[in-house]
């Protein structure tokens, strides 16, 4: 290891991105990994509107929900790379052999600016290290609508994702794997697949961190996330 890497593991010790306990190495803690709430087989892959397949290893609540927090908006990149193998795992679990290449739902660059990076860049980076390929820039966005977080309604979480992005590289003639952070209404998810699917991408289908459970998807029809 270099001397560098030393010093910085000494002045930021790697930390499970769940409870934030120090670790020996990058990752998640044993107990995190036995209690963290998983989704199960028969939720871990869900169909969201025209169709288009979604699949997530885990629901957005309790110490998840802050983890994906923490990473979006206060510079927990520690995330990325636990978030990103687990969303690999679920969609060579769920949706193998539906994709052979894969790219992700990109911040606007007013975002990217402010953040200083792509969270759902870093999760398809980290997710393509386990298949050894990289990703690939199929999107832009182009305007920088309102955070989908910000909008209580689903029809409102629809309306802001329209118009939002336009097709990069050559999505033409490919099987997409399409990877966000987490999948609520999946309103950004669909309008990105329609995008890549006008650019003439042979298919698309989606993965996440996690999904909100049921009730709280009901919830967020009637106003809340």
Not at 31 to 36: G, Q
Not at 184 to 191: A, C, Y
Request: proline share 7%; aromatic share 6%.
């Amino acid at each position: 290891m270099k001397m560098v890497d030393t010093l910085l593991d000494l002045l930021f010790p790697p930390k499970c991105p769940f409870c934030r306990r120090v670790l020996d190495a990058p990752g998640m803690c044993p107990e995190c990994e036995k209690t963290l709430p998983w989704t199960d087989e028969a939720h871990s892959l869900r169909e969201l509107r025209g169709g288009l397949l979604c699949a997530a290893p885990l629901w957005y609540e309790g110490p998840v929900r802050e983890a994906v927090r923490r990473f979006k908006f206060h510079g927990g990149v520690c995330a990325a790379g636990p978030l990103g193998e687990l969303i690999a795992q679920a969609a060579a679990e769920r949706l193998s052999g539906e994709f052979d290449t894969v790219a992700w739902v990109p911040v606007s660059a007013k975002r990217l600016r402010k953040r200083g990076y792509d969270q759902s860049r870093l999760l398809a980076e980290r997710a393509c290290r386990l298949w050894d390929v990289e990703p690939e820039a199929l999107l832009r966005k182009i305007r920088d609508n309102p955070a989908q977080s910000s909008l209580e309604r689903a029809g409102d979480r629809w309306k802001n994702t329209q118009g939002v992005y336009e097709a990069a590289g050559s999505p033409a003639g490919k099987r997409i794997l399409l990877i966000d952070d987490v999948c609520s209404t999946g309103s950004t998810l669909v309008s990105a697949a329609g995008v890549l699917f006008s650019a003439g991408a042979a298919g698309v289908v989606c993965a996440s961190a996690a999904f909100p459970r049921p009730e709280e998807e009901k919830r967020g029809e009637k106003g809340k996330e």
